[in-house]
């Protein structure tokens, strides 16, 4: 497997700095202070999940335990009989429990059939990325410095999936503690050559090799929506506090999220409600109530106002640019307003939002790196190393341009009420292909941090929801993903811009062979 050259590293450290420093000249952000514009105080109370579009989703299997037409460990074994038959081909998983999802679906069907109400998960298989902890399961995070370690408690996401019925039958697998976009040795379901994308890689490729229609990932520059793009299935990054973050291993705190990766919209939906709400454990938790994002239905979208940013679409493949474009068609179509817009502070968002992460990270890990670098895979550790060029004061300064980020993007929806951009302007990358390697990109070049990080770290710096679901196959046969953003706490709308796309196309249908 290629390694990133120290050297090479060690000079794009210098020169992150060196843009930084030049970026930061012209007191950008200089009178902001270091928090959101958004927080609340109080918890308020959230709507009953009445969901709108169950068929071919969790939520009718839900609905089919109801009826007593299946059970929960039907579910269960079938899940688990789809992980021993596929999974030494993807290697999407690092543990499955399998006699505790079993004794969790047998109590699933007491609790059933003794008329107790159901959660809107009830008896449904989840798996969790492992940097997320659940109890009775270890968290490996990838990492060699985590072996052995049990978590004493559920995370806060997996608290509330497991109140909403939810059966975690195991861990998926995660880029050594989220630092990175490649998830190794998890394949990708549609090319064995091919990344899965990272650092939830393993929470994509279950769902898109078909072990599983729901898991969970975590999101802090793309890390739901770029592994979601590249293998074809369907994830949503929420608002920053939407989902605690508690038992989570941190890639960076300004930027982290967990979320939901499924097969359809309804999935995501119904995973999204189940694991959204206030924790008193976490302080960066919202207390906004959560809606009913089972209501997926929309008549037309007279009145939406979808805002499309041609300057984050080139460099891209034509046959991205192409399936986007049909997207835009389709919501056109249906009665929406197209509006040209500009994404504000585009061209500094990967100077930014990297010295955030670098320093987070290090400082994370710094016990780690000190006492035991030789533990950290060697890429790992020199893209920890590389913080040590970042000055504290750079740092600082880059979370208050954060901030002015967050601003001027949260303003751009006074004018639109959503903004759609390609997840990825080109391939998957082949295994092998550094970080800052160049890649072939429509008529240009990317770096592969470039490409994966464009489309995708604006929006994590301004810390609204966003999306990515299938839109279409490039000319190597590898999905194409659609993303949809809008303002904070308003992932209703996002939702119901998937529901009307999916249910106009069959892209979510279209599935690797095995």
């Known amino acids: 497997m290629a390694h990133e050259n120290p050297n090479s590293a060690r000079e794009f450290a210098l020169s992150l700095a060196l843009d930084l420093e030049s ?23 959230g709507e009953e999940f009445k969901p709108s579009h169950p068929e071919g989703s969790v939520l009718e299997l839900v609905d089919r335990q109801m009826r007593n037409e299946i059970s929960a460990v039907d579910l269960v074994n079938a899940t688990l009989q789809k992980i021993d038959e596929i999974d ?33 998960l009830h008896g449904i298989p989840i798996g969790v990325k492992d940097i997320v902890d659940v109890l009775g399961m270890p968290t490996s995070a990838g990492s060699k410095h985590q072996e052995g370690f049990f978590p004493q408690h559920d995370a806060g996401a997996v608290r509330k999936l497991r109140a909403a019925g939810a059966i975690i039958v195991g861990k998926t697998n995660t880029h050594e503690y989220a630092l990175g976009g490649t998830t190794p040795p998890t394949k990708n379901p549609w090319s064995n050559e091919r990344i899965p994308g990272g650092s939830s890689g393993g929470s994509a490729a ?20 770029i592994p979601s793009s590249i293998c074809g299935v369907t994830g949503i990054r929420p608002t920053m506090g939407r989902v605690s973050r ?56 007279r009145g939406t106002r979808i805002g499309i940013p041609r300057s984050m679409y080139e460099p891209a493949e034509p046959e991205i640019l192409s399936s986007v474009e049909n997207a835009i068609g389709i919501f056109r179509e249906a009665g929406a307003h197209i509006i040209e817009i500009e994404v504000p502070y585009v061209d500094i968002t990967t100077p930014i939002g990297m010295a955030i992460f670098l320093a987070e990270s290090a400082e994370y890990h710094r016990k780690r790196i000190d006492a035991s670098p030789q ?140």
């Open 88 to 120: 030494p081909r993807i290697r999407a998983w690092t543990h499955i429990s399998h006699d505790e999802a079993i004794k969790a679906a047998e109590e699933a069907d007491r609790k059933r059939l003794a008329g107790v109400p159901l959660g809107p």
């Open 206 to 225: 279950a769902v898109a090799s078909g072990q599983i229609r729901l898991t969970v990932g975590t999101d802090s520059v793309g890390s739901i929506r």
């Open 23 to 45: 970026i930061l000249t012209d007191d950008l952000g200089e009178t902001l202070p270091i928090s959101w514009p958004w927080a609340t105080t109080s918890a308020q109370a």
């Open 375 to 514: 533990l950290f895979d060697p890429d790992t550790l020199n893209f920890l190393e590389l913080a040590q060029e970042i000055p504290a004061t750079l740092y600082i300064r880059a979370l208050r341009v954060q901030r002015l980020i967050a601003e001027a993007i949260t303003d751009l929806f006074h004018q639109v009420d959503a903004i759609v951009v390609p997840t990825l302007p080109c391939s998957p990358a082949k295994f092998g292909t550094l970080t800052n390697e160049l890649v072939p990109v429509g008529e240009g070049e990317l770096t592969l941090a470039q490409a994966h990080l464009r489309n995708n770290l604006p929006f994590a710096l301004a810390g609204v929801p966003a999306s990515s679901q299938p839109c279409g196959f490039d000319r190597f046969g590898l999905p194409i993903g659609l993303s949809i953003v809008s303002s904070p706490f308003n992932e209703a709308q996002i939702l119901k811009l998937m529901q009307l796309f999916e249910t106009a196309t069959d892209w979510h249908e279209r599935k690797p062979n095995f």
């Open 246 to 301: 508690t038992g989570v291993r941190p890639l960076t705190w300004a930027m982290d999220t967990v979320g939901p990766i499924g097969r359809t919209v309804s999935d995501v939906a119904a995973g999204l409600y189940a694991m959204s709400g206030h924790d008193a454990h976490d302080p960066c938790a919202s207390s906004i109530s959560v809606p009913n994002f089972g209501d997926l239905s929309v008549e037309n979208l």
